[in-house]
């Protein structure tokens, strides 16, 4: 008796491989769809967020500009007054109430560090903070502060300088490192002309707008009016910026733009008031990350299909198909005679096939049998006609042999060879309904 075992089904699997080839040619035709209809879509969004992103963080720095500028503009008609003064008679006393007025200004600006005033003949006047400093040092290495008394340049902002300046809190131990930049500008009072620098500190400023950069850019600087590099997040790609100049080509036609570098793109905005230009660049896979979260939900839930088919309805399919496997392995091993009976109890039309299977079997075993009976009577009609046809010359031969003996006086051997005859004649005729006898039988007999 055969009965539905799970098998392993080639249907099952022979399926399994089409849709799984079906599966993947649509799931690549997917992406590419997705990918071209996305990405130009995605890439448009992206430059127009980071031109928006870089022109709040250039307001920002023109913000700054506006309060260092406006700040120093704003000094008092008694400061320059005082400075005259000491310029005609310099006095210890007279130079006390100038870094005064410095320190009593730089207190009362927001994140003014220090303020100094350079005098036409070099000497340099500072508030009373910050004075382990070198603040005149750190302005005469630089040679646009130099070139601020020539008739072409009167301000300069400086690079930023990171941890440069350190301030001690006098009820603790500790220090404080502070970001800070510094901006001189010459004023002409009277017949002379003077440069006055404040040192601002810059920690909340980069702070707020690394901040925000990093929300979008993989990386921005600031450059001068002079393309010297102020400020970077990454200086190693400025150098390729900087290759650029050094082949002849100045990306920075306008205003404002961006152009490709690399494997991604520079944006810029220039603030033309001080000639500072803002760059940030952006990776093509940072400007596109849009692209690939969508391309990994997608594939996400495009793999879930496959994974519940593997899961659930593979087993369910070889579950269905077990009964037809039964059947055939029941119908294989199958031979006239062999009583086989396939028990499969499915409900549908595989159970009808398996009882066609049995009510065929159990046909053929009846026609075996009936013809293993048609034998049979053949072999015995045939036997008995045989008989029929080798008696009368066994008798009459025997009676020959009879007739000799008698001639001859024979008596005892005539008796014998008739009681023999009866013999024979009397299995002859118990044997009429049967060929099946025993070869001992029929020797005995003989």
Request: with cysteine.
């Amino acid at each position: 008796m055969y009965t539905s075992r799970a098998f392993p089904s080639r249907i099952a699997e022979r399926i399994s491989r089409k849709l799984i080839l079906i599966y993947a040619v649509i799931y690549l035709l997917l992406l590419l769809i997705l990918f071209l209809v996305l990405s130009p879509l995605l890439y448009r969004d992206a430059v127009r967020e980071n031109t928006q992103l870089l022109s709040v963080l250039t307001e920002d720095y023109v913000l700054l500009q506006t309060q260092l500028a406006e700040g120093m503009n704003s000094l008092s008609g008694n400061f320059w007054n005082l400075v005259s003064a000491y310029e005609k008679n310099k006095t210890d006393a007279l130079r006390s109430e100038i870094v005064q007025e410095l320190s009593s200004y730089a207190a009362s600006h927001q994140n003014f560090a220090t303020l100094g005033i350079e005098l036409p003949d070099g000497e340099y006047i500072s508030s009373i903070y910050y004075t382990n400093f070198p603040q005149h040092e750190l302005l005469s290495g630089s040679r646009h502060y130099r070139n601020l008394l020539s008739p072409y340049s009167n301000s300069y902002y400086s690079p930023f300088y990171l941890d440069g300046l350190t301030t001690k809190r006098p009820s603790h131990y500790d220090t404080t490192q502070e970001d800070f930049l510094y901006f001189s500008k010459n004023y002409l009072y009277g017949t002379h002309s003077y440069t006055l620098t404040v040192f601002y500190i810059l920690n909340s400023t980069l702070k707020k707008n690394d901040a925000l950069a990093a929300s979008s850019f993989d990386s921005y600087y600031i450059t001068d009016r002079y393309w010297d590099l102020i400020y970077a997040t990454d200086e190693a790609l400025w150098d390729d910026i900087g290759r650029l100049f050094s082949d002849g080509t100045n990306p920075f036609t306008g205003t404002e733009g961006n152009f490709r570098l690399g494997s991604g793109r520079c944006f810029y905005q220039r603030i033309p008031s001080t000639g500072w230009t803002i760059v940030s660049y952006v990776s093509y896979f940072h400007m596109l990350e849009g692209l690939f979260l969508t391309l990994g939900i997608v594939t996400a839930l495009y793999l879930l299909s496959p994974v519940l088919y593997t899961l659930f309805l593979i087993p369910a399919v070889r579950r269905q198909l077990a009964p037809m496997r039964a059947l055939a392995d029941a119908m294989s091993s199958f031979t006239a005679g062999n009583d086989i009976h396939a028990d499969i109890h499915t409900q549908d039309e595989i159970e009808e096939l398996a009882s066609t299977f049995n009510r065929m079997v159990l046909a053929i075993n009846r026609q075996v049998k009936d013809i293993q009976a048609k034998e049979q009577e053949n072999a015995v009609v045939s036997y008995k006609l045989l008989a029929t046809q080798i008696d009368p010359h066994f008798i009459y031969n025997t009676m020959n042999i009879i007739n000799t003996m008698a001639r001859q006086g024979k008596t005892d051997e005539i008796v014998e060879i008739n009681t023999a005859l009866t013999r024979i004649l009397r299995e002859r005729l118990n044997s009429k309904l049967s060929i099946l006898d025993t070869v001992r039988n029929e020797y005995e007999t003989m």
